[in-house]
């Protein structure tokens, strides 16, 4: 699975990552790689929507796909960028060969 990060917006704290699957499958995939890391639950908050989250953890990150925005992770408090850019980069990488 390919990921990227395309962008991350200032103003509200969304990292915009890039796909090769235009789906949630992606997003999906890289929430439960964080979530097996570090021992937690996944979960989603409003059923039926293409939104998760993971019981715990420490960023309060909200991974999301919808068919206008693609695949983002949007950050609870934006000081915390460096560090969950660094986290998503190192997922990204684990999941590369990985087919969904």
Not at 9 to 37: N, Y
Not at 62 to 78: A, E, R, W
Request: charged share 35%.
């Amino acid at each position: 699975m390919y990921y990227k990060i395309n962008m991350v917006t200032e103003e509200d704290g969304w990292i915009v990552i890039d796909t090769d699957d235009r789906d949630a499958e992606p997003v999906k995939a890289l929430c439960a790689s964080i979530a097996e890391e570090l021992g937690k639950e996944m979960f989603q908050p409003y059923e039926g929507d293409a939104q998760f989250m993971i019981q715990g953890d420490p960023y309060k990150l909200i991974f999301q796909y919808d068919y206008m925005f693609g695949t983002v992770v949007i950050l609870d408090k934006f000081e915390d960028k460096d560090t969950v850019i660094a986290l998503l980069e190192r997922h990204f990488e684990k999941l590369k060969d990985k087919k969904i």
